[in-house]
């Protein structure tokens, strides 16, 4: 009988291997990694895709089983997240919280926003308050890992609870430390968007294609992550199979930026198409107008353009935001110096302003202008940027 009992706690079960073990938990992970990256952020938070009810359910019970997440609670912070990004108000910005909170107590951040009861109401709205949310789901979050435990223990023994903690701390560490911190300080920016974010890894597979969030961020209802050619996003290749046996339908995906002959004034159109794109005309600014026009500065003054440092330098993507007191000291000494730099960088200032005015009249004369006064510069590459930018359309918006 004792050795029955010290079997059954060595062995469990199944009498697994190692091997058997380690493929049981990646599996069990990248289920779970799957739950949280199309169900809670792309069908949940964003309504960029819907699951067949029976795969939404299956992964409500999931995301309860190996992570005790409240539904309600995820898509509220997260929501909130992209609508006060990098302010006060963020619930896990590294550039309020510092990186090392975010990266290693990221969970702690988001238990706490998830304490604010008016947000969850706020930004918590539409999620699912059936009876198994309220009696099960969220009314024991706990019992969901509880029952995990059990599950591994029976399998596995007491092996089973290494496997368990592994499992508990797979989305803390993923998510709330991994994407929500290391996404907003490290990786490479495709669009100049209004925060930090950046995509850490062009091929998001370990993660679920979360790795890919800079471009989320610029299109954050996009169903797909990936949005150039050499880019893989592994959530994105789940919903299209998905789609394909009919459990998934896509609602809605990142337009896609064309051009129309002979545009001789902006139109409606195409201050529909700046706004859509208002990430891309930014970055196309920043890499088109302002870097070539830096390069001609320096040269005229015999200069290396690496004499300026590259924060600096990254720094006049966005006016200086990131910077502090004496960073932009440090910005408006170099633009002192650079006329043609500190003019192409007024016009982008103007043009970033001119995308958040209310009223299409308005914004349309105001662009109308800017684009009158950007060809009448004299400044060879924004004379080009601004012809470009009087042809933007709107092509491939909705589903893909």
């Known amino acids: 009988m004792l050795d029955t009992v010290l079997n059954f706690l060595s062995n469990g079960l199944t009498g697994a291997s190692w091997v058997t073990m380690l493929v049981y938990l990646l599996v069990m992970t990248q289920i779970t990694i799957f739950t949280v990256t199309l169900y809670l952020h792309r069908s949940q938070t964003h309504r960029g895709v819907d699951f067949h009810p029976a795969l939404a359910n299956f992964f409500r019970f ?36 510092g ?32 009876w198994f949310e309220r009696k099960l789901f969220s009314g024991h979050p706990y019992w969901g890992p509880t029952l995990m435990l059990l599950i591994n223990l029976a399998l596995f023994g007491v092996i089973g609870a290494a496997i368990w903690a592994v499992q508990m701390i797979w989305i803390p560490f993923w998510a709330a430390g991994f994407v929500n911190g290391i996404g907003h300080w490290w990786g490479y920016r495709n669009f100049e968007s209004a925060d930090t974010a950046r995509n850490l890894a062009p091929w998001g597979v370990w993660i679920g294609g979360e790795e890919l969030h800079n471009n989320h961020h610029a299109f954050p209802s996009s169903a797909k992550f990936a949005l150039r050619k050499w880019e893989f996003d592994i959530g994105w290749a789940a919903i299209c199979a998905l789609r394909a046996v009919g459990l998934a339908k896509v609602l809605r995906v990142a337009p896609t930026l064309d051009v129309r002959p002979n545009v001789h004034l902006p139109d409606a159109e195409t201050l529909k198409a700046v706004l859509t794109h208002r990430f891309q005309a930014m970055t196309d600014y920043y890499r088109g107008v302002i870097m070539p026009t830096l390069r001609d500065e320096a040269q005229h003054a015999g200069e290396n353009i690496k004499s300026m440092p590259r924060r600096l330098r990254r720094s006049l993507a966005d006016g200086g935001r990131w910077l502090d007191s004496e960073g932009r000291d440090r910005m408006q000494a170099v633009l002192a110096k650079r006329p043609n730099l500190r003019v192409v960088c007024d016009f982008r200032t103007r043009l970033a302003e001119l995308m958040e005015q209310r009223g299409a009249d308005q914004a349309l004369k105001g662009l109308q202008q800017w684009i009158a006064e950007a060809e009448q510069s004299g400044i060879r590459a924004l004379q080009d940027f601004a012809k470009r930018l009087k042809t933007y359309a709107v092509s491939g918006a909705g589903a893909a």
């Open 99 to 130: 990186i090392k909170k975010v990266f290693w107590d990221g969970v702690s951040l988001y238990r706490e926003a998830s304490y604010n009861k008016a947000d969850m109401e706020k930004y918590g709205r539409g999620t699912p308050e059936d």
């Open 62 to 97: 999931w995301g309860w089983l190996t992570t005790g997440m409240v539904t309600k609670e995820w898509v509220a912070i997260h929501r909130k997240h992209h609508a006060k990004v990098e302010t006060e108000e963020d619930p896990h910005s590294p550039q309020i919280f």
